[in-house]
RNA sequence: GGGCCUAUAGCUCAGUUGGUUAGAGCGCUGCCCUGAUAAGGCAGAGGUCACAGGUUCAAAUCCUGUUAGGCCCA
């Protein structure tokens, strides 16, 4: 690889890396060694956990929120890898679509259908295809470049013919039980183009028109208003009164009867003023929901009423409202999606006396033939001659028209295919139980909910690139129909070969067939489905289930899932429609486990847009920090489940916080490994053996595995990653440094330490992030260990051991590291230098006592002091004392009264109390006239000293500096200054850490004496062989020279 | 209009089963330390925990409502 050092141990880790160049390294060997399917021949055997690729649409450029959901994909499969489970990662790509097409209509300049049937649909779909395979090269790119291993060389593509008839064979299913239909969908549509129009374009043709506002009297003819009221119906298309079908009211809303003394109308009640005016009287009030099925008179009789239908009565609505109108809403179902909807739950029938083209039909009376913006003056004129039109404004507003030609658009009833799943709503809230969401509240919020709204599955399409919906109809007699599930059985039907037809359009569309002793030709409905099908179909279309060989098998040991993960809009997509399709069809949900991922936003915390600018595109990002630090953020930074905001700042706060510390530790274990010639394998002492320091990081390493472990069986890589950061921060800035001594010289102990520290840690860092622990794997640890692994993703996930753990420890260490931050404060308060040596210090605090000798050295080291008396030593009159209430263990005690008690105990003589605590183990204090008995737990004492000390305090817990120095302690410390000079010299002339060097050095006065005193201890730290005081005139070299402290010195890089 | 999420320091975010000095990192200022580190330590400035009620001895935390933002659906 690059140039590192080889030794008989470790690879030197070199301090400075670049992450990136390193990262590149890591792909090549990777690549070289075939390490991904490595690890799944290896786990052959293991037990399958299943995750399901879900496909991200071939369209556009990979941006920063798919690599987001695609470091959950990696992560898990890598930790349940090296569980030894068995997990298969077959990638994939949803190819078809609305979003395809609009893409080649872009880049061919396209305006529409029209221009698509102009061009060809063969060829159009052929450009989709190349448009697709394109885009598919991009996230191939960028999937590599951040070490998502998936198998892409077998990916699923939901345009492959295997898979087209994998969803007809489903598809099948579903028909076959009756389930999929045809029925009318309303849609914004154009008559002019003769095209429905998406959410997306309807979005920008709104314009202002002004259109009329009609009031129009229903007649009562049931009910107990039956001949004497009306009902009053607003409405802004008077041409939809032609099919009138019904009126709508709400339920739970007032509705009245008002007069002026001549009529008698029905409004909603907090309507009344606004649609009737002045001059009318409340007669009567009652709930919207008494008057259902009331009859009335239709507006108009232009139109051929079927023979059997029903209609023309009041319906019940929740969507109605009484914002505006009069709350009394017609229902025409051709003409809008919620009267559909309430017409269905009521089976009226959907007349639709407007053609394709917007004209009315020619045998409709009075109207016939006129286009149904035109026929509203009409049909004013002849309400108002009827004595039926309240009243008629013109009204301003803005209405949708078609984006291409400014065509006012209707809201049209068009045949469309559904899927029933209404009908098995049970069945999917069932499954959703069965489900494990995280986070947890989307199973019965967002998710949930929307299963409980469930609505039918409209699913086809009038497009071009998609798969064909597979139903041959009888041009003869429409009821006939066949749903085809195989090119084989297509090619049964039209007596011919089929297998090597693409079963796109316009290929399929072509083919027709009859059927003896039936009279009419058998034609595809003009149809593709929903591109969300396709996707939920993916567990057994992805196989080529059931028609290819083998498929049947490999289907049933991959279903269900164990785990999906993909961003929060996916609810109402994939995560539905992969629940739906597979509960219909195989009468089960497909996943067990989902993780539900928020949005990733720009810096600037707005949606990522090329229009505002702030697009991050992966690959640049990855090459600028590191795929490791984007991954480390995707899966541990903020909660990942909600929405957060990605950055170059955050991505380097990674790089420099948690992976340059990890990497640096490792650094630094090489680094005095290698100068004193350890590598592990030899005689170490056992972990009870070590010294207390380094039983703690075995037991908080120890500890962390155990952790780590469950956090990532329920998938909580947030918490996995903060226990991951904390535990290299301990390691470097508490273990290490503290450690700093033991290394220089090489003891055993230590380097084991660290090393077993970093080996199990890499381990655990390794899912999340897999190059720099693949590095440091390869220098760190498989050098040294005789049965490693070729790779970090080919070993074993690390075992707690218990034994190690030790709580009793990690308080003890705590509280050293609690007592040594009082300490520095101290320091820093009394303006004392940390080098300069202190006599002694107090210290107060609960379990000092117990604490091991060789702890409290870690503080006295720490704080540069030379002894320590417990405070409580010190006579009561040197001290103060203060008692305050722990309230958390108080209240569990007292409840209510616990203020009382508090406040008593604030109130007590502190010295008695404490002193009664310490000697007896508990106290006693008055409480409204009667004593209670406390123990230590419930009460803190703090101790401070009076005079003479630099005090800090906290929580109970003091420390006290005695800042008397000596002329002794004042030497020692000029020693020390002594020793940073020469040090700080060391490292400007460029010498190694373990470079000998020879010291000359002249002083006078108080310096001298204390150099010439601590002189052995100076050599030995700063690795003189020699060191004389000499006469620096004329001296070779360099003289460095510390006004401050009256010392000259030369130094040279001793031989040997 | 409905469902869900979010609101804590200038910024990014923690905050366990409610417990009395609300934390960390970044950034800023000053000081200190340095045989690994792009590091580290101490101190300072910076908070009515969105708002209003309620429950409780005790609320950032539980409940209700309001406001603002976001996502999805109508």
Redesign the pocket.
Known sequence: MSDRRQTPGYTVVL????LPAMEREILAFWQDNDTFARSLAQTEGGEPWTFYEGPPTANGQPGVHHVEARVFKDVFPRFRTMQGRHVLRKAGWDCHGLPVEIAVEKELGFNGKGDIEAFGVAQFNARCRESVERHVGEFERMTERMGYWVDMSAAYRTMDPSYVESVWWSLKQIFDKGLLVQDYRVAPYCPRCGTGLSDHELAQGYETVVDPSVYVRFPLTSGPYAGTASLLVWTTTPWTLVSNTAVAVRPDVTYVTATDGVETLVVADPLVGQALGEGWTVVDRFAGAEMERWRYQRPFDLLDWPAGADGHFVVLAD?VTTEDGTGLVHQSPAFG??DLAVARSYQLPVLNPVKPDGHFADDVREVGGLFFKTADKTLVRDLEARGLMFRHLAYEHAYPHCWRCHTALLYYALPSWYIRTTQVKDALLAENEKTTWVPE?IKW??YG?WLHNNIDWALSRSRYWGTPLPIWVNDQDPSQRVCVGSLAELGELAGRDLSGTDPHRPFVDDITFTKHGVPGTFRRVPEVIDGWYDSGSMPFAQWGYPHAEGSVETFERAFPAAFISEA??Q??GWFYTLMAVNTIVHGRSSYENVVCLG?ILAED?R?MSKHLGNILEPIPLMEEHGADALRWFMAA???PW????VGH??LQ?IV??TL??YW??A??LT?YADANGWAPGGEVPAPAQRPLLDRWMLSELNRLVSDVTAAFEVFDTQRAGRLLASFVEDL??WY??RS?RRF?AGEPAALATLHESLATLTLLMAPIVPFVTERLWQDVVRPVTHDAPESVHLAAWPQADGALVDPQLREQVALVRRLV?LG??AR?ASKV???QPLGRALVGAPGWATLPEELRREVADELNVLAFEPLSSAAGELVDHSVKGN??AL??RF??D??TVAAALARADAAALAQSLRTTGTASVLVDGSPVTVSPEEVVVTETPREGWAVET??GETVALDLTITPQLRRAGLAREAV?LV??AR?ASGFE??DRIALRWSADGEAAAAIEEHGAAIAE???ARSFEKADLLGAEGPVHRDDGLGLAFTLTRSQQ
């Open positions: 301090p400075h890396v670049d969507y999606a919620d509240n919020g967002r909910d929060i809009d609810t109402r949005h915390g949606k930074s903020g909660s909600q929405m957060r905001r700042g955050v706060e420099r916080k340059l510390t640096n530790t650094s630094f680094l470097s800035n290490v440094r700093r220089w931050e520095r404060a820093a230098r940390g080098r309230f958390r209240g569990k409840g209510k616990t203020p906290a929580a940073r040090q700080e490292k850490v373990t730290e700063v690795l």
